[in-house]
């Protein structure tokens, strides 16, 4: 099978790419430092160099590629910097994600999943509401012959940006560990479990129909718990522009859209009349919470 992943030098499609290899990987990069970083990593994934925000470039990767299935993870992703560029983060974010939308279409792709946030539920922020839309235009452009489909992610432990590299990184260095609000609780979950999801997501569109956004019930973490388990030297900075001291997996408006298998969450259009589904919203204030035995296994992945 062919899969084309956008931003695949990022910790989700590289690490989608390791835990299943039995496939013909592409990838669309516009840093160069990275790709050639996977280059080195995964020899086998043959790139291409350009934007989202280029529809001629990415209309012309998919007619060379043809591929059966996309995933869309290449965007902006840091709050505080989409904050302050909230015209780019559009451009990327939305825009971009518009030229994926148009590209699959016009070239008969399969299947196309995009990679959401749980900021994208109850958005208050640039970020979030740039991923919010994304999710709409996803679920809005499903057909029986081009499938479209959402992965909604929380934070991905030692994905490329996030704090736990970043505290290793303090701690080793002898600095406090900068923490912005010791309330602050985050839902998070291992990059291995990313890439399950996405390979979930992506065989449940090959067997039904796509439209839905797809998640995972996981488990909460304290910030300063974490950061404690690291080193005990902590330095309270302040929350930064746009952060939220939780983050909403499933909002209460969707609750009723909700479907529910095991620990997998499906939000679709249509309201669920049965028993499957959340009761209530969830969150990082409500989740359960990951045991310090749990957070030392988180730091050691």
Request: hydrophobic share 35%; aromatic share 8%.
């Amino acid at each position: 099978m062919k899969i084309l992943i956008t931003g695949g030098t990022g910790t989700i499609g590289s690490s989608f790419i390791e835990k299943y290899p039995d496939h013909e990987y592409y990838n669309i990069s516009r840093n160069e430092k990275l790709v050639a970083e996977l280059k080195r990593k995964i020899p086998s994934v043959k790139t291409f160099l350009g934007s989202v925000e280029d529809y001629n470039f990415i209309r012309s990767t998919f007619q060379k590629v043809k591929p059966d299935v996309v995933i869309h993870a290449a965007a902006l992703k840091h709050v505080d910097l989409a904050e302050k560029n909230p015209t780019q983060t559009v451009a990327v974010n939305v825009l971009g994600s518009l030229n994926i939308i148009k590209a699959s279409i016009e070239e008969n792709v399969k299947i196309t999943v995009a990679i959401s946030t749980d900021k994208a539920s109850s958005p208050q922020n640039t970020y979030g509401y740039s991923k919010s839309l994304m999710e709409k235009m996803f679920l809005d452009a499903n057909t029986k012959k081009t499938k479209f489909a959402v992965c909604r992610f929380a934070n991905v432990a030692h994905s490329n940006g996030s704090v736990i590299p970043y505290w290793k990184s303090l701690k080793n260095l002898s600095l406090p560990l900068r923490l912005t609000d010791p309330k602050m609780n985050r839902l998070v979950f291992s990059k291995e479990d990313a890439a399950a999801l996405i390979a979930r997501v992506i065989d449940m569109c090959s067997k039904d129909a796509g439209g839905f956004v797809g998640s995972y019930k996981m488990k909460s973490v304290n910030m300063l718990r974490l950061a404690e388990v690291i080193s005990s030297d902590i330095e309270i900075v302040g929350r930064r522009p746009g952060e939220k001291l939780d983050e909403d997996l499933i909002s209460e408006a969707e609750v009723p859209y909700t479907y529910v298998d095991g620990d997998f969450i499906a939000i679709r259009n249509e309201i669920n009349e049965g028993k499957n589904r959340i009761k209530s919203p969830y969150s990082s204030k409500n989740a359960p919470r990951m045991t310090r035995r749990e957070l030392e296994g988180l730091l050691r992945e």
